[in-house]
């Protein structure tokens, strides 16, 4: 099965998911006073989903690879913005983990693909060199 739109991807649909959860929790008012910290975790949240969307939207894998690694890079920046949510008790060891869980299987999904990616374009490259080394028959 082709991917024709990036909301096909698994990966974008897991970092909505994340979008999602990250939302819910910023709500919280204690959460919510501390603008800082709420912006640059809903940011790192929405910038996961965002950088899948713009990646496969570009006509190349090595740009997609380039933009699924800072998707996954802000998925690690929402884990690690989770860390001063929970010690600052803005959200709870419960939420926290479910979370962090979700950056998790985000993650990894990209990183799937990253290497998919990555594989597909190694076995393009070898089978395009392999032509060039062959002489037309006539």
Not at 41 to 56: K, Y
Not at 65 to 93: C, D, K, N, P, T
Not at 119 to 134: A, C, D, G, I, P
Request: aromatic share 10%.
């Amino acid at each position: 099965m082709k991917i024709t739109r990036f909301e096909e991807l698994e990966c974008w649909q897991r970092g909505r998911e994340l979008t999602k959860l990250v939302y819910s929790a910023t709500r919280n008012e204690a959460f919510k006073k501390d603008l800082r910290l709420a912006g640059q975790i809903q940011a790192s949240a929405t910038s996961t989903m965002a950088n899948c969307a713009e990646g496969f939207i570009r006509r190349s894998n090595k740009e997609f690879i380039q933009f699924l690694f800072i998707a996954m890079s802000s998925a690690a920046e929402v884990q690690s913005h989770l860390y001063v949510a929970l010690e600052q008790g803005y959200v709870s060891q419960e939420k926290f983990n479910v979370i962090y869980k979700q950056a998790d299987k985000t993650s990894r999904l990209i990183s799937g693909l990253i290497n998919y990616l990555r594989t597909n374009e190694r076995r393009y490259q070898q089978e395009k060199r392999q032509k060039l080394k062959k002489p037309e028959k006539l």
